[in-house]
């Protein structure tokens, strides 16, 4: 069996480390704590954290102890890694309402009900709120330089637009949670992405002054993608956990249309899938890509991760359905879902419900003469039936929820018109 270490370099998550001789060593001999830090600058993390996230899985099914530190007191201050400029200071009642919803989105991840290593998930607003800022100056502060903050990366690539002594001192409040929970929980290692390394670092750095022990910091890629997109972004935004966000079906098909150059990698990033069965996967990439199974596979077990298997089911469902056509069984709300991002058009006039008028309403066909073409050569459905009438008009019995019609030309192309 490889080690933990072992297991996340194959799958290309092992970015940066410190100590690592000392901290496979470690890993070995005893159960350790370790923790991740996630700051509630919206109301859903998104699937960029998904890797910080299974990391911590990783760690616990490996034995170990995962602590989730959900920032309600750095999401107040704002992370200065990875931005250009200051984040905009949300209110401290609509970070602790955010906080407790990313508190239950990562309850689904971390067993707290294992006798040898549960999990945990804490506020960092528990132990920094008390402080007084005299506190922070002298306990926290005094052990940090000046010169070597100015170097680290999150804070040098902002010198020259700016930075505030607000998103400055964030690093010394990380530092701080880092030191806590090694007094309160025994906490010797700290996960984030390779963003936070000069983060990381200076808990290190702060634990080793104040305390006079070894801590351990490790770091996990941002993730990119082979063609040079955003990760995690679609056309109607990111792709959140939240369900109520993306729903289960949106989140599958994010997953479905990974590109072969991609899908080996991220079923190494996010998947409990083993090397062989990855390996398996990534023959068939090679040798059969057309049946994009590697890209099924990869759906099903992220959307089983974060929505269960219930959800993931329903997606496949509506998955098929889109496949085949054969629409008429679903309800509005799942028809709103599948087809979002469809080409739609809203209908508000009751004339020219005649088919040909409608394929020329929704964008399916550009011309009178192209829509008789298609409807005569069997090309045109609607609502999962083939029109071969060019006369046939439609009325509200036969719209999906009285209000929808749903156009296919060809195979692939569809149109939505909505009825008002």
């Given at each position: 069996?490889s080690t933990i270490?072992?297991?996340?370099?194959?799958?290309?998550?092992?970015?940066?480390?410190?100590?690592?001789?000392?901290?496979?060593?470690?890993l070995?001999?005893?159960?350790?704590?370790?923790?991740?830090?996630f700051?509630?600058?919206?109301?859903?993390?998104?699937?960029?954290?998904?890797i910080?996230?299974?990391?911590?899985?990783?760690?616990?099914?490996a034995?170990?102890?995962?602590?989730?530190?959900?920032?309600?007191?750095?999401?107040?201050?704002?992370?200065?890694?990875?931005?250009?400029?200051?984040?905009?200071?949300?209110a401290?009642?609509?970070?602790?309402?955010?906080?407790?919803?990313?508190?239950?989105q990562?309850?689904a991840?971390?067993d707290?009900?294992?006798?040898?290593?549960?999990?945990?998930?804490?506020?960092?607003?528990?132990?920094?709120?008390?402080?007084?800022?005299?506190?922070?100056?002298?306990?926290?502060?005094?052990?940090?330089?000046?010169?070597?903050?100015?170097?680290?990366?999150?804070?040098?690539?902002?010198?020259?637009?700016?930075?505030?002594?607000?998103?400055?001192?964030?690093?010394?409040?990380?530092?701080?949670?880092?030191?806590?929970?090694?007094?309160?929980?025994?906490?010797?290692?700290?996960i984030?992405?390779?963003?936070q390394?000069?983060?990381?670092v200076?808990?290190?750095?702060?634990?080793?002054?104040?305390?006079g022990?070894?801590?351990?910091?490790?770091?996990v890629?941002?993730?990119?993608?082979?063609?040079?997109?955003?990760?995690?972004?679609?056309?109607?935004?990111?792709?959140?956990?939240?369900?109520?966000?993306?729903s289960?079906?949106?989140?599958y098909?994010f997953?479905?249309?990974?590109?072969?150059?991609?899908?080996?990698?991220?079923?190494k990033?996010?998947?409990?899938?083993?090397?062989?069965?990855?390996?398996?996967?990534?023959?068939?990439?090679?040798?059969?890509p057309?049946?994009?199974?590697?890209?099924?596979?990869?759906?099903?077990?992220?959307?089983?991760?974060?929505?269960?298997?219930?959800?993931?089911?329903?997606?496949?469902?509506?998955s098929?359905?889109?496949?085949?056509?054969?629409?008429?069984?679903?309800?509005?709300?799942e028809?709103?879902?599948?087809?979002?991002?469809v080409?739609s058009t809203?209908?508000?006039?009751?004339?020219?419900?005649?088919?040909?008028?409608?394929?020329?309403?929704?964008?399916?066909?550009?011309?009178?003469?192209?829509?008789?073409?298609?409807?005569?050569s069997?090309?045109?459905?609607?609502?999962?039936?083939?029109?071969?009438?060019v006369?046939r008009i439609?009325?509200?019995?036969?719209?999906i929820?009285g209000?929808?019609?749903?156009?296919?030309?060809?195979?692939?192309k569809?149109?939505?018109?909505?009825?008002?």
């Amino acid at each position: 069996m490889s080690t933990i270490l072992e297991d996340l370099e194959y799958r290309g998550l092992l970015f940066q480390i410190t100590d690592r001789d000392e901290l496979e060593k470690l890993l070995a001999k005893q159960s350790v704590s370790l923790y991740v830090g996630f700051d509630p600058t919206a109301d859903s993390l998104h699937i960029g954290s998904l890797i910080p996230i299974l990391t911590l899985r990783r760690f616990q099914l490996a034995g170990h102890k995962p602590i989730a530190v959900v920032g309600g007191a750095t999401g107040l201050i704002g992370d200065p890694s990875g931005r250009k400029s200051e984040r905009t200071l949300n209110a401290p009642d609509v970070v602790q309402g955010w906080t407790e919803k990313i508190k239950r989105q990562l309850s689904a991840f971390i067993d707290f009900e294992t006798e040898e290593n549960p999990g945990i998930v804490v506020n960092n607003l528990d132990w920094s709120a008390p402080m007084t800022v005299i506190e922070f100056l002298r306990d926290i502060g005094k052990n940090f330089s000046v010169n070597t903050m100015l170097s680290r990366e999150s804070v040098a690539a902002r010198l020259e637009s700016g930075i505030s002594f607000t998103e400055f001192s964030y690093m010394l409040l990380q530092s701080n949670d880092f030191l806590e929970l090694f007094r309160r929980h025994d906490c010797v290692l700290q996960i984030g992405g390779s963003d936070q390394w000069g983060n990381i670092v200076g808990g290190i750095d702060l634990i080793r002054r104040v305390a006079g022990a070894q801590a351990y910091g490790l770091t996990v890629p941002l993730v990119t993608k082979s063609d040079g997109t955003k990760f995690g972004k679609t056309e109607s935004g990111a792709v959140w956990l939240d369900a109520d966000k993306t729903s289960p079906y949106q989140f599958y098909q994010f997953w479905l249309n990974t590109g072969d150059d991609d899908v080996v990698r991220f079923l190494k990033y996010f998947t409990f899938l083993s090397r062989e069965q990855i390996e398996e996967l990534a023959h068939e990439v090679e040798t059969n890509p057309g049946a994009r199974k590697a890209q099924r596979v990869l759906a099903e077990e992220v959307t089983t991760l974060v929505h269960g298997k219930a959800e993931t089911h329903r997606a496949i469902h509506l998955s098929n359905v889109l496949f085949s056509g054969d629409i008429e069984g679903l309800t509005v709300s799942e028809l709103e879902d599948v087809f979002q991002g469809v080409p739609s058009t809203v209908v508000t006039s009751d004339h020219q419900r005649d088919i040909v008028s409608l394929l020329l309403t929704s964008g399916a066909c550009p011309s009178k003469r192209q829509a008789r073409e298609d409807i005569t050569s069997g090309a045109i459905s609607v609502n999962g039936y083939k029109v071969g009438d060019v006369e046939r008009i439609f009325s509200s019995a036969d719209m999906i929820g009285g209000q929808y019609l749903v156009i296919r030309r060809g195979k692939k192309k569809y149109f939505l018109l909505k009825f008002q």
